[in-house]
């Protein structure tokens, strides 16, 4: 069977699927090839289920200090077979949901493994999809005008550090935990390392966190990364920083030992079991692009401002081109891909107006540049910061620690960076996004008059505090 279409999606995640529904949208002939689920890693093994476990451990995290509320909870409990129950029926129901959206806008759906075939009786240019069908069925032929690679990403492990999924876990065999451990290594304290180390300690479970770099999560502000690691060991995670795990002295019996090599001398820890938390890698093999001339750099497609790879109709979007490795990046860039082979002229994506979010509790977000990343860039900086321990709805709900941290260009008064850790932030980083998006000051924000009380406040507050005009400080 062949049939033709205006574009072929290879990978049906949070990238690929949106990608298609803007196709349609545009009235173009669409089709997906997804040899999982519709959703993706996001909606299966990523984003959606971690995102179910994090708030029962909050849940369970709470209960267990309600007498401060003055609600007296006698034995609390933790069933963690139905913490996993309630996962699947959120994941379950959200993929109805795609599926639905699919059927909506006449999208055709693939199941099995597409490969891109190079120059053939089919087309004088490579792009042509061959379907390898899950059920068995004869391929099917699609040849579209234009491709969109959204195949995503897997998780990374270190040489010699194989996960075995009983001992030595990636977050994808983690997510399908049956019974918790009583401890735990996490190597790697990034974003996802820190959202399970997070998770697991407000489940109970002891956890040391060994991270490589000299300190947590730090691609985010180094004032962030200071509190969080405050607050972690305030939960009681062990946190190791400036450690090189060393994979050949990995030991598995009734658990597992592993050394780090800290400041040039060797030392052992030991656990139950490991989590290998230490990034994501692309999904490039086994799709045909050596039948293509689209470059891989690094593992990742090569792409322009545009998503198009060397091959000018076939483009590439999402974990598999590497940058940002977020859903809501990949959403955007396969309706920037659609719009642009669609001539609609779409304006490239500004990837300093992303918002990155870390789950954890509490919880981290942020915008545009850190203070050391500004003052390299050469900006003369001026700094605001206000805590959540002064904000009422903060204190209301017993989360007062953490702040708001407003960095501005002195000289121009333009907003280059806003940090947040502490409650609900990732529910808060849109206003900062948006200040971004406008080329907003700190006098704008601060004119913003935000409801009272409100942890919002603590935004208006950071903005005054730039330059020194907080009220309630």
């Known amino acids: 069977m062949a049939e033709e279409y205006d574009v072929v999606i290879l990978g049906g995640g949070t990238g690929g699927y949106v990608a298609a529904i803007r196709a349609s949208q ?64 959120i994941v379950e129901g959200l993929h109805k949901g795609v599926q639905h959206l699919m059927k909506q806008g006449k999208i055709d759906v693939f199941e099995g493994m597409g490969r891109i075939l190079g120059p053939s ?18 391929n099917p032929m699609l040849i579209p005008k ?43 304290g990034g974003v996802i390392g820190i959202e399970w180390a997070s ?73 139950d079991q490991l989590l290998v938390s230490v990034g994501r890698q692309a999904n490039t093999e086994g799709i045909g692009l050596e039948n293509t001339d689209i470059v891989v750099e690094k593992g990742f497609i090569k792409v322009n401002k545009h998503m198009q790879t060397k091959e000018s109709h076939i483009y590439a979007i999402g974990d598999v081109i590497g940058g940002l490795q977020l859903a809501h990046v990949a959403s955007h860039e396969g309706i920037s891909a659609v719009e642009h082979m669609a001539n609609e002229n779409p304006e490239p994506i500004d990837y300093s107006l992303v918002s990155k979010c870390i789950y954890s509790n509490p919880e981290i977000a942020s915008v545009g540049l850190t203070e050391n990343e500004a003052k390299e860039a050469g900006h003369n900086l001026k700094v605001g910061k206000f805590s959540f ?32 850790i502490g409650p609900h932030v990732t529910d808060m980083i849109s206003e900062a996004g948006l200040a971004k998006v406008l080329d907003a000051t700190p006098w704008e924000v601060a004119h913003t008059i935000h409801p009272h009380p409100s942890l919002s406040e603590a935004i208006g507050e950071a903005a005054l505090a730039v330059d020194g005009k907080a009220i309630h400080s």
């Open 26 to 89: 545009l009235g173009l002939k669409t089709a997906i090839v997804e040899k999982g689920k519709l959703g993706g890693t996001c909606l299966h093994k990523g984003c959606i289920p971690s995102k179910a476990l994090l708030r029962s451990a909050e849940v369970y995290a709470t209960a267990k200090e309600a007498d401060t509320f003055g609600v007296m909870i006698n034995d609390v409990k933790l069933d963690f077979t139905r913490v996993q129950e309630r996962k699947e029926k």
């Open 121 to 138: 009786i089919f087309s004088p240019m490579p792009g042509t999809v061959s379907v390898e069908m899950n059920n068995g069925e004869e």
């Open 146 to 188: 234009n491709v969109i690679v959204a195949t995503g990403s897997r998780p990374r492990t270190l040489p010699g550090l194989d996960i075995d999924g009983e001992f030595v876990l990636s977050s994808d065999e983690a997510l399908e935990l049956e019974k918790l451990p009583e401890s735990m290594i996490i190597v790697g």
């Open 199 to 271: 998770m697991l300690s407000d489940f109970g479970v002891d956890i040391t966190v060994i991270e490589y770099a000299d300190r947590i999560v730090p691609t985010e502000d180094h004032e962030i990364s200071k509190e969080m690691k405050r607050l972690m060991k305030k939960k009681g995670v062990k946190i190791i920083t400036g450690a090189k795990v060393l994979p050949e002295t990995i030991e598995k019996d009734s658990g597992v030992k592993i050394k780090a090599e800290i400041k040039g001398e060797q030392k052992e820890f030991s656990a």
């Open 389 to 420: 321990r002064a904000i009422g709805k903060a204190l209301v709900y017993g989360e007062s620690d953490g702040f708001v941290k407003i960095i501005a260009d002195k000289d121009t008064n333009d907003i280059l960076g806003v940090h947040m």
